[in-house]
């Protein structure tokens, strides 16, 4: 049991980031929180990426000549790009949000659900845009 | 000159397909003039349909094309693969942009504020560019990069809407939290494959995965794998995203995003499913007929009758499209060659359907301005054309024999008699019925109520109409002569389950 523990830490980390990013997405109102639950969420999967990469007693991937276990280059890379994707992300969903402030005002999604419940009902009365 | 050009480029072109929207997108920012960005955007996405034309024609005639990017060869590089299958989503979606973007004009000029336009053709052409990529990469995290380019241009795309109405924006943020867990998933299922397997390039994937069925990291790989990819297409519980995005996007973007976006997706799932993971047996087998079977029959049931029961039209035709992705999942979760060939089949068919009603309601939305149930009273007398095209895609969404909505089905059904499911038939036209009431609410309010007391609308302008008819005559002219799309569909299925005919 212990090892299952320890011997995965890694694995416990990133289980717990995930689910808490993922409950912050679902459990939140604030549409800026919800940002913020995502970045952690995607946060744990560059983790996951990184730490399976790691080779034990392997270090840095530099040629040196000498002959050294070398830790996987390629997951890290890979997550590079996936950090360039995460942060091009929040940056439009926050853009969203500042739109979505100035049009409704709020960033509360029940408030925002109530408005546009008046809006669907207005489309069948027949409201001049 | 042009003589020794054509043979120096043709090796390039699996390159040249994604990489010419690329470098155009920044182009058009720098553009001033909106028409000048206009003429410049539609002449890329020709060019990238007559490429995709080429790489199809070069598939059939001599089989899979594999390009290495720069020269380096996989493992290490990344290497474009073009087969039958792939070769077919890239005419789809390369097609559609070249017939939407002569559409574009008028349509953005309507909807869009005048200093938006450079940016809207910027995410425009990335969008493009992302969805090709998708279709054409032979390497799994490279698939990852292409479909977040894709959707962040999407997002954008459908936040453009909220000139015409502020839901747009919170359409857009749903769609972008969504977009992004499904994208992370596949992310992370890709991940847990390359732990397993150590490569990413889905060739080898395809060769060193089937060893490994019982594998539980395989296992974890593959449903994280199905429901990111399930968030992407909209399967029917993940489908929340949709009927708002579609909604209120610009009609420009909706027509491009709804006969395309769901459909690469589709093609991505194809992909893994099938020739990564083989599933014929044990958990992920299981998962084909008890989780996206029944979900495709719910999806087809009930996303029609939410259908039934919307006032505004791209909403009604956006749950529609949720019912539509129920018949193409419905085609993948028979897992056999009958049910595939009908799936792609579908793949093509609806994307001209949805293209041809969206581009119809854009013509709407260009003259009245009002696309719900009440803007379009009387609008078969006062716009003919618009409204003829409406309803020959309305046929063809419902399945009248004559057009292509018929022929997928036709195939459908006959996939599922071949198993002797045939209370699967029975749901497949029952819910065609619902079409036709959904339809026939369009339908009945153009043509049976009186316009409103002094409403005075013009025909839309040829520069819509006629990409709008390219389109209904495509669902006529594939409905007619369904030959070479059967055969198409057919070879990509085989591809796909490797069998060999």
């Known amino acids: ?129 | 000159m042009t003589a020794g050009l054509i043979p120096s480029v043709m090796p390039h072109l699996p390159i040249l397909q994604v990489v010419v929207p690329m470098l155009a997108a920044p182009l058009c920012f720098l553009m001033r003039r909106g028409t000048v960005i206009w003429g410049f955007t539609t002449l890329v996405t020709w060019a990238a349909f007559a490429t995709s034309l080429a790489l199809l024609q070069a598939t059939l005639a001599d089989g899979t094309i594999r390009y290495e990017i720069g020269g380096w060869a996989p493992p290490w590089g990344i290497e474009y693969v073009v087969d039958a299958t792939n070769a077919a989503v890239l005419v789809i979606v390369s097609g559609i942009a070249a017939v939407v973007m002569p559409f574009a004009r008028r349509s953005v000029e309507a909807e869009i504020p005048a200093n938006q336009h450079g940016l809207f053709y910027t995410a425009f052409l990335l969008c493009l560019a992302g969805l090709l990529g998708v279709t054409i990469t032979g390497d799994a995290f490279n698939v990852f990069v292409f479909l977040e380019i894709s959707s962040l241009s999407t997002y954008a795309l459908v936040a453009a809407g909220a000139g015409m109405d502020r839901r747009a924006l919170s359409a857009a943020y749903n769609y972008l939290i969504l977009g992004t867990i499904g994208a992370t998933f596949f992310v992370i299922g890709v991940g847990m494959l390359y732990m397993v397997t150590g490569t990413l390039n889905i060739v080898d994937l395809s060769e060193r995965v089937p060893a490994l069925q019982d594998n539980r990291t395989v296992h974890v790989a593959f449903a994280f794998l199905v429901v990111g990819l399930g968030l992407k297409l909209a399967v029917f519980p993940l489908h929340t995203w949709l009927p708002n995005a579609y909604a209120y996007a610009p009609s420009v973007a909706t027509a491009f995003l709804a006969a395309t976006s769901t459909k690469v997706s589709v093609y991505v799932l194809l992909r893994f499913l099938f020739m990564v993971f083989e599933p014929n047996y044990g958990f992920m087998a299981m998962t084909l007929d008890y989780v996206l079977l029944p979900l495709a029959l719910v999806a087809m049931v009930a996303a029609s009758v939410a259908a039934i029961h919307q006032y505004n039209i791209k909403r009604l035709l956006a749950y529609s499209s949720v019912a539509q992705l129920g018949y193409i999942v419905l085609g993948i979760a028979y897992g056999s060659v009958a049910g595939l060939t009908a799936s792609i089949l579908h793949l093509f068919n609806h994307a001209l359907i949805k293209g041809a009603l969206f581009m119809a309601l854009g013509c709407v939305m260009l003259r009245v301005g009002d696309v719900t149930l009440r803007g379009v009273r009387g609008l078969g007398r006062q716009m003919p054309w618009t409204m003829a095209a409406f309803v020959i895609g309305g046929l063809s969404l419902i399945g009248v024999p004559l057009t292509v909505g018929f022929i997928s089905k036709w195939h459908l059904i006959v996939a599922a008699l071949g198993d002797g499911r045939w209370p699967i038939a029975a749901v497949i036209v029952g819910s065609s019925l619902l079409a036709v009431i959904y339809v026939w609410k369009v339908v009945e309010a153009a043509y049976l109520q009186d316009a409103p007391e002094g409403r005075v609308v013009r025909e839309a302008p040829l520069s819509m109409l006629v990409p709008t008819w390219v389109l209904v005559l495509a669902n006529i002219w594939f409905g007619v002569d369904a030959d070479f799309t059967v055969e198409v569909a057919r070879t990509a299925a085989m591809g796909l389950l490797r069998v060999t005919p």
């Open chain 1, 1 to 129: 049991m212990l090892e299952l523990i320890l011997g995965k830490y890694n694995y416990w980390i990133i289980v717990v980031l995930m689910m808490t990013g993922l409950y912050i997405v679902v459990a939140r109102g604030n549409l800026v929180k919800k940002i913020i639950g995502l970045n952690v969420f995607q946060t744990s999967v560059f983790l996951f990426y990184i730490s399976l990469a790691k080779v034990t007693g392997g270090t840095a991937p530099i040629l040196t000549g000498k002959d050294e276990t070398f830790s996987n280059p390629l997951p890290h890379v890979l997550i590079l790009t996936a950090i360039v994707v995460s942060i091009a992300t929040t940056a439009l969903g926050l853009a969203i949000v500042v739109r979505i402030r100035e049009a409704y005002d709020t960033i509360e999604e029940d408030e925002i659900h109530e408005m546009e419940r008046v809006d669907l009902a207005s489309d069948r009365e027949g409201r001049e845009p």
